[in-house]
Structures are given as C-alpha cells and as structure tokens.
Nanobody, 122 residues
C-alpha cells in the first residue's frame, strides 16, 4: 500500500486532531503530498498540500489558519495538525501523493490513502 493513514477520531467542537500519513517509498510520481476530505453527500475537496522540497504549503480557504501541514522526510511522512475543529470539518480525510504540488491542487492525484474518519461533535 503506497500510503497509510492514521489519527482520525471523534472530537468535540474546538478540539484538535493530528492526522499522519506514511508513504511506502519516495518516487518521481509522488513529489508532493496533500490532504483532501469528503463529507457525506459532497464531493472530495482539497484541504492542504506541500511539496517534499522547495515551495511553501498550500491551504484551502476554509482552513483559515486552523490547520497546518508538515513533512518528515526521514520518515517519508506527512502530517495534518487540525485545531479549533468545527462540525463542518466532519468528513473522511484522505492522504494523497502526486508528481507536483500543482497536480495536488488540480486533484490530479497519483496515489490515495484509505481514508480516516474525523467526526466533530457539537
């Protein structure tokens, strides 16, 4: 499995969660990593993305500085720290890998994780 996620769960409004995703290998078709989410009845949407080297992270507007994406090159892992969670953040969160950060932003993902459920209770 190219991408393995962990870290979802149930949290109260205003709480925090940290999602983790580990890539089985670094190859030329996964130079950027990202996170997407999909709520019931809605399309999958971009949350955050970051290249392994160079450019700064990109975030969706709704993140509003509540989330932070980070990398650990040695562990081939990407993380999504989510703070001040709201019920609207409830969704299945997917890790993604693509050749470039532009591909992430365009949803042209090469590999998907299996998804991890995040539920924010009122």
């Amino acid at each position: 499995v190219p991408l393995v996620e962990s870290g979802g769960g149930l949290v109260s409004i205003g709480g925090s969660l940290r999602l983790s995703c580990t890539a089985s290998a670094r190859t030329g078709d996964r130079n950027a990593m990202g996170w997407f989410r999909q709520a019931p009845g809605k399309e999958r949407e971009f949350v955050a993305g970051v290249p392994w080297h160079g450019m700064s992270p990109e975030y969706a507007d709704f993140v509003q500085r509540r989330f932070k994406v980070s990398l650990d090159n040695a562990k081939k892992s990407v993380y999504l720290q989510m703070n001040n969670l709201e019920p609207e953040d409830t969704a299945v969160y997917f890790c993604a890998a693509a050749a470039t950060i532009a591909d992430i932003l365009n949803h042209e993902v090469r590999y998907w994780g299996q998804g991890t459920q995040v539920t924010v209770s009122p």
